[in-house]
Nanobody, 115 residues
Framework: QVQLVESGGGLVQPGGSLGLSCVVSGSIFGIYAMGWYRQAPGKQRELVATFTNGDITNYADSVKGRFTISRDNAKNTLYLQMNSLKPEDTAVYYC?????????WGQGTQVTVSS
């Protein structure tokens, strides 16, 4: 059974940093994309940062220069380092893995940026 488990969310002041992790367990074949999405209250879920076709990264304009996506294949873990956080970054952050036949989501982790 495939599971994606996020961790690392929490409360941080504006300008602060947080690091998120997503551990992927179970057997997944044919991955061609993986990444982070977020959903703020009353808004649609949106792309934050992704890997596609191997190591090609894509970032939302709103996080470019502040967030960095990375992964450790040996640990089956995806990371998101978030710096210079803003109140508008407040959302539930989800990990997503896409294969040629299925899409997997984690349960989400809350990130709140507030003073």
């Amino acid at each position: 059974q495939v599971q994606l488990v996020e961790s690392g969310g929490g409360l941080v002041q504006p300008g602060g940093s947080l690091g998120l992790s997503c551990v992927v367990s179970g057997s997944i074949f044919g991955i061609y994309a993986m990444g982070w999405y977020r959903q703020a209250p009353g808004k649609q879920r949106e792309l934050v940062a992704t890997f596609t076709n191997g190591d090609i990264t894509n970032y939302a304009d709103s996080v470019k220069g502040r967030f960095t996506i990375s992964r450790d294949n040996a640990k089956n873990t995806l990371y998101l380092q978030m710096n210079s956080l803003k109140p508008e970054d407040t959302a539930v952050y989800y990990c997503k893995v896409v294969t040629f036949t299925k899409v997997y989501w984690g349960q989400g982790t809350q990130v709140t940026v507030s003073s």
